[in-house]
């Protein structure tokens, strides 16, 4: 059963080597996503799952101790999801940062499951995968990481779309809300257009909070560089 969930942004630029002098623009979001994290650490969890977007329409699991890197973004930082053996397949880049907020809160709460899950995967393949990983274990956490939309502005990775603020609205209020349905029907392809790539993972949050009774917290809400970021418990 899910007792508890925390949703965090996952763009590489969290990490501050990456950022490097932009780095002090997202302290907040940063503090946000600890407290969160310490949120997941307090549910007291037997199992802790780490959900964050990937390419294609399948998901892909990545056992405790895989590996990944942020070489591609211009620095040396590695990080691992836990401690354990590599793993065959690299993280990709939203569970990497994830495994680096572990790290940075020194995560040994419970073991733990890294699930990519594909951006073409629909609402109800979503919340089927969260209704499984809900049922695996007597308490179950997820830590789901994911963006809104990325047109809020002009600059924007994909440049100013009038619908952006309204979908991130909507997203924000069902994270705050605990809202399953809300996020359940979330239009699949309006947010391939608006490049959110949250959409998949709050899917999966919300096939697992079916039925739990979770009260959400809105931590932190931004949209700097004009894509929208997130930061909620449900506990």
């Known amino acids: 059963m899910l007792v508890a969930a925390a949703v965090c942004p996952c763009p590489p630029l969290l990490v501050p080597e990456v950022a490097s002098g932009a780095a ?26 780490v959900v964050g977007p990937a ?30 053996p590599q793993g065959e397949r690299p993280l990709p880049a939203s569970l990497a940062v994830a495994g680096w907020l572990l790290e940075r809160e020194q995560w040994a709460a419970a073991p733990l499951t890294g699930l990519g899950v594909g951006d073409l995967r629909d609402a109800a393949s979503c919340a089927a995968d969260g209704r499984e990983l809900a049922g695996s ?3 179950v956490a997820l830590l789901v990481t994911g963006d809104g ?11 100013l ?12 209020r069902a994270l705050a809300a605990a809202d399953t349905g809300a996020l359940l029907g979330l ?15 709050w899917q999966v949050l919300a096939g697992a909070a079916e039925g739990t009774g979770l009260e959400g917290r809105l931590l932190h809400e931004d949209a700097p560089y ?7 418990v449900w506990s």
């Open 24 to 49: 002090p623009e997202l302290d907040a979001a940063r503090t946000a996503c600890a407290d969160a994290v310490g949120v997941l650490a307090a549910s007291r969890p037997d199992r802790l799952y």
């Open 226 to 232: 004009g894509v929208g970021y997130f930061v909620a």
């Open 55 to 84: 390419g294609g329409a399948d998901r892909t699991e990545f056992p405790q101790g895989s590996a990944g890197s942020f070489a591609g973004f211009g620095v040396d930082v590695s990080v691992r999801l836990g401690e354990g």
């Open 187 to 201: 239009d699949e392809e309006l947010a391939r257009e608006l490049k959110a790539a949250g959409r998949a993972p």
């Open 137 to 139: 274990a007597e308490r």
């Open 161 to 172: 779309d009038d619908r952006a603020a309204p979908f991130d609205a909507a997203v924000a």
């Open 149 to 159: 939309s990325a047109c809020r502005t002009l600059k924007a990775p994909g440049y």
